[in-house]
């Protein structure tokens, strides 16, 4: 059986459609891919908003991409839209005049659901990006409005960041500035580099990079020129390094004949390279891979992935947990009391599963929550719930969406405080969904769910003395029975969990009971 499935980019610079063939057996094959340049970054980060002109264009676009669809017989699609869109200020009447006027629904993802889409299309080339993994490799992902670079380290996500250093957001920084050709790129330098040097202190700091793998509409521009006659996606330093020097020797009239590209277009060209540029040598990297992935191939790698078409070798989720505990060391958690709240709180979870009816992505967000729950310490002691709060909201978490984000921090936030049902905060617009959670009331419910084993979990080590780590759970006669064969004194756990226990029975029906089973 194939699959026919349209994935559609509404990017920062370009709209983009990609038609994807997708078989039992997971492969996926790109049939068809048709772009529009529209500068919709152009209006944000000058004005805020974007233009009716441009949502007029958009609305075309749309409906030619419709037409273009219906003629590949296409029934599945997921329509994203990425950071111009996000930080316009009136997105959701733009979203709406886009439904409403083409039949399209797009969802604005955020930053950290962005690059992790691109990250699974790499994956999808599997043995090649297990190869580079393996030894310390940065992602350098460079979009139009930002760039992300994640850092690996046998196979494991070691840190993830997202920087303002987007190639249309770097020309428009300078638009306005009276210039000569050098004087431009000397200044997209300084501006590249006063973002970087803060990312490089903290987590480049002794650690060696020896690839680093290039994605983003950008630098496939600038590989198709740099690999003409090659056939392999790595390029050299040497080889890079010669054609940034011919780029930026090139007026901009010799740059549009080179690549072939309008005025608009060629003038992220340089800007493109010295990002790239910077980060090889900032890394120290000595390859550069270019799998040549765009943002449709990760959209269509992620309904493969959803629809179990296909499934990776590398495991998305522990890149997640990893980004969770890096942030959590980073703020002084205690690691030994994490790791016991975890065993505890998952062990809940499974135990009480008829009760809850929560799944495996649900499962994720309390282990993050847990992970997370004591990382306001580092700034109040008094006020670590609010503090957690404030950081879980400001800080990116590679692979959750911002509404998965908002329920972890509010989960957090009200392991210590009174829960309020009618005075939950949420940032995120209605509509957006977890799994097909898009009420207020349904995410509110879902929040209180997860406080509550978090609650119970933290309650059985109060004295960071993990005396529960041999207790067995079981749900027997309408109660949660766990049974701990610890023979001290359980006076403050004891007492925790009777406090808890109550707001664990008012959410799921269920009593929970702690046992002492005495030696004879």
Known sequence: MVRTFAAIDVGSFELELGIYEITDKGNVRTVDQVKHMIALGKDTYNTGKISYRLVEEMCEVLQDFVRIMKEYQVKEYRAYATSAMREARNSQIVLEQLRVRTGIDVKIISNSEQRFISYKAIAAKDAEFQKNIQRGTAIVDVGFGSMQASLFDKDALVSTQNLPLGVLRLRELIAHEKLTQQGAQNLIAELIDNELVTYRKM?????????????????????????????????????????????????????????DVNEEYASLMFPAAAIYKRMLEITGAEFMWVPGIRMTDGMAAEYAEDKKLIRFNHSFENDILAAARNMAKRYKCHAGHNQMLEQYALSIFDAARKFHGMGARERLLLQIAVTL?????????????????????????????????????????????????????????????????SDRTAITILIAKLTAILRLANSMDKTHKAKLIDSRMAVRDGRLVITTGYQGDLALESASFEQKAAFFEEIFGIRPVLKQKRRV
């Open 203 to 259: 987590y480049l700091k002794d650690r060696e990079i020896k690839n680093l793998i290039a994605i983003g509409e950008p630098i496939l521009s600038l590989y198709y020129k740099m690999a003409e006659g090659k056939h392999s996606e790595q390029i050299t330093i040497q080889e890079f390094n010669c054609f940034y020097e011919r780029l930026k020797s090139m007026t901009l009239a010799q740059t549009e004949d080179f690549f």
């Open 373 to 437: 729950h004591g990382c306001g310490k580092f700034i109040s002691i008094r006020n670590s719930n609010e503090s957690s709060y404030n950081l879980i909201m400001s800080t990116e978490i590679i692979g959750l969406s911002h509404l998965e984000r908002e329920i972890i921090a509010n989960v957090v936030r009200y392991n210590i405080r009174d829960f309020d049902y009618d005075m939950m905060q949420l940032e995120t617009e209605a509509g957006q969904d977890l799994a097909g959670v």
